[in-house]
């Protein structure tokens, strides 16, 4: 069944009801690199509960969904999305105040674009998500997702595509940081809710087109946050107020990510490629504000 473009743009949820604690913070610090230097005394509060527990902007990425009652959800009745097919597109999330080391949440969501690009180019589906203090009702960050639907394109929806992506300065990068990932690390950040079989199991990968599992695209992005945390922002996560990207290419667990850095006054640009082979770009398009 195709995407029916009127259903899917009518879908929706308000009130979800989410919570995490400590150890979802921490469990997703350590799945997109934090600590891999057991002494370092600048990333141990992103993981160690006694040491002023701090929490990594891009864990709203992975905040439970949540559940809303059946009378504030609209769930697309007639669209039928080939999940097996599905990788991420972009992120862009923009924080109203920090996140605290646990709570209790309610968010409302929206589709907010669907873009055909052809029979066999897949289609584009933006999503929005609002995420509140379910007693203070103060917002904590909005998040505009997007997917790209590999299997789902041609379905007679509208071309074009979401808003163009921020441009990457021309000049050399202000600063280079290179992030490793681990052989086993989609394993770690699956834990964290994304237990796709594309990033652990290959036979599941090769049967959608890749040699190997591949790194989840969120993992990538947390490690691009942790770079921005390490080198332009003293370890602050209050200093981040927006962080977006384009997901590019997958890379592979165990690869290098090479961060390029970029500082215009309170505006980074970044991209990330891949050590491991020379010329793929990873992540593109990034932007992060800092207050």
Same mark, same amino acid.
């Given at each position: 069944?195709?995407?029916?473009?009127?259903?899917?743009?009518?879908? &929706?949820?308000? &009130?979800?009801?989410?919570?995490?604690?400590?150890?979802?913070?921490?469990?997703?610090?350590?799945?997109?690199?934090?600590?891999?230097?057991?002494?370092?005394?600048?990333?141990?509060?992103?993981?160690?509960?006694?040491?002023?527990?701090?929490? #990594?902007?891009?864990?709203?990425?992975?905040?439970?969904?949540?559940?809303? *009652?059946?009378?504030?959800?609209?769930?697309?009745?007639?669209?039928?999305?080939?999940?097996?097919?599905?990788?991420?597109?972009?992120?862009?999330?923009?924080?109203?105040?920090?996140?605290? *080391?646990?709570?209790?949440?309610?968010?409302?969501?929206?589709?907010?674009?669907?873009?055909?690009?052809?029979?066999?180019?897949?289609?584009?589906?933006?999503?929005?998500?609002?995420?509140r203090d379910a007693?203070?009702?103060?917002?904590?960050?909005?998040?505009?997702?997007?997917?790209?639907?590999?299997?789902?394109?041609?379905? &007679?929806?509208?071309?074009?595509?979401?808003?163009?992506p921020h441009a990457?300065?021309?000049?050399?990068?202000?600063?280079?940081?290179?992030?490793?990932?681990?052989?086993?690390?989609?394993?770690?950040?699956?834990?964290?809710?994304?237990?796709?079989?594309?990033?652990?199991?290959?036979?599941?990968?090769?049967?959608?087109?890749?040699?190997?599992?591949?790194?989840?695209?969120?993992?990538?992005?947390?490690?691009?946050?942790?770079?921005?945390?390490?080198?332009? #922002?003293?370890?602050?996560?209050?200093?981040?107020?927006?962080?977006?990207?384009?997901?590019?290419?997958?890379?592979?667990?165990?690869?290098?990510?090479?961060?390029?850095?970029?500082?215009?006054?309170?505006?980074?640009?970044?991209?990330?490629?891949?050590?491991?082979?020379?010329?793929?770009?990873?992540?593109?398009?990034?932007?992060?504000?800092?207050?």
């Amino acid at each position: 069944m195709a995407i029916d473009y009127d259903d899917m743009m009518g879908s &929706g949820a308000t &009130g979800l009801a989410a919570r995490y604690d400590e150890k979802d913070v921490m469990l997703y610090a350590l799945g997109v690199g934090f600590m891999r230097d057991p002494l370092d005394m600048n990333e141990l509060p992103f993981v160690y509960e006694n040491a002023g527990l701090k929490v #990594a902007p891009t864990f709203a990425s992975v905040i439970n969904r949540g559940e809303a *009652p059946p009378e504030r959800q609209r769930m697309p009745q007639k669209s039928n999305i080939n999940f097996m097919m599905v990788v991420d597109g972009e992120r862009r999330i923009t924080f109203h105040k920090p996140l605290p *080391p646990r709570a209790e949440l309610l968010a409302d969501e929206r589709t907010t674009g669907i873009y055909d690009k052809g029979k066999d180019k897949g289609a584009v589906i933006v999503q929005e998500r609002v995420v509140r203090d379910a007693v203070t009702g103060e917002k904590y960050f909005t998040m505009v997702s997007s997917i790209f639907a590999r299997g789902d394109g041609g379905f &007679g929806g509208p071309e074009g595509s979401a808003p163009e992506p921020h441009a990457i300065p021309a000049r050399a990068p202000d600063k280079i940081v290179e992030c490793p990932t681990r052989p086993d690390q989609a394993f770690l950040y699956a834990l964290s809710g994304d237990r796709n079989p594309l990033h652990r199991d290959p036979a599941f990968a090769k049967m959608v087109g890749f040699e190997r599992p591949i790194l989840h695209g969120l993992c990538s992005y947390g490690t691009a946050c942790r770079a921005i945390l390490s080198s332009m #922002a003293n370890y602050d996560p209050a200093r981040i107020r927006q962080f977006d990207v384009r997901f590019s290419k997958p890379i592979f667990p165990g690869e290098t990510l090479v961060m390029e850095i970029w500082a215009d006054g309170s505006t980074l640009s970044f991209r990330a490629g891949v050590k491991e082979r020379p010329g793929i770009v990873a992540l593109n398009n990034g932007l992060c504000v800092l207050g």
